[in-house]
């Protein structure tokens, strides 16, 4: 069931290019006469930008990340909208995941896909920092409950994918974005020991590119994956402590 539907992912995205090309300004230069004529998208791009409505996407990684991510799970969403007997939803913001997918066309497990957005270090074989798979102290930690901003409980996925997208940033491009490369692994299988954050409670996937790819990340069974990081000693704070025993009284009743 899961194998079949990253097979559909992998495919699925294979057809994904950097959509988001340029924040659009709709009014142009002083002098830019209308009716614009162009007879194919590049000469639509040129002219656009000639005429001043264009401006280059945020090179600020977080923000950058962001707009990729709400751009290809609208690309999936489209694609699922096209596949009898498969639905697909896209999660908040700041929330986990980020697209669920469930339905007959996959054997009528749910999954959950979560988009991580890397750039690619300047080494080309690695990701310029490490990718938070998880937050560790909260949903992840305490599989049966069910956190704000998910849908259900963690526990309750056929599968938990992450679909790893790595840019090579180019500030001289308006998209910032080259060399798009879309992964796709069950999440477990990219998982690292280390955390991605000292500050906040990650944990983090492999750097390495071509682990990333064949899914050889530091654990051998989802078992032991599971066992090592709901086992971790993350710090968890009032607002957390707060809300695990909100959840716990309330799922007790
Ligand atoms: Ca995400």
Redesign the pocket.
């Known amino acids: 069931m899961t194998e079949k539907f990253v097979e559909w992912l992998r495919d699925a995205c294979k057809g994904y290019e950097v959509k988001p090309y340029a924040i659009y300004h709709k009014v142009p230069h002083e002098g830019a006469s209308w009716p614009l004529v162009a007879n194919d998208a590049d000469e639509l791009a040129a002219l656009l930008q000639k005429r001043g409505h264009f401006s280059a996407l945020p090179k600020e990684s977080a923000a950058l990340a962001n707009v990729l991510?709400v751009s290809i799970v609208g690309y999936l969403l489209d694609k699922l909208k096209d596949l009898p007997g498969a639905v697909g939803t896209r999660g908040g913001e700041r929330a986990y995941p980020?697209l669920e997918v469930s339905g007959d066309a996959f054997g009528g497990g749910i999954f959950a896909v979560?988009?991580?957005v890397a750039r690619r270090a300047t080494n080309g074989k690695q990701t310029h920092s490490r990718i938070s798979l998880y937050t560790g102290n909260t949903f992840f930690k305490y599989p049966k409950m069910k956190w704000p901003g998910t849908f259900r409980p963690f526990g309750d996925y056929t599968a938990h994918i992450s679909l790893l997208v790595i840019y090579t940033l180019d500030t001289n491009s308006l998209s910032r974005v080259t060399d798009l490369e879309v992964i796709v692994q069950e999440s477990w299988k990219v998982a690292s020991k280390q955390r991605s954050s000292t500050t906040r409670e990650y944990l983090g996937a492999v750097l390495d590119l071509k682990a990333l790819r064949e899914g050889r990340g530091e654990f051998s069974t989802r078992d032991e994956f599971y066992k090592y990081w709901r086992a971790y000693g993350f710090k968890v704070g009032r607002a957390v402590a707060n809300q695990l025993a909100k959840l716990t009284a309330e799922q007790a009743a």
Do not use: G, H, R, S
């Open positions: 991510e980020d979560d988009v991580k």
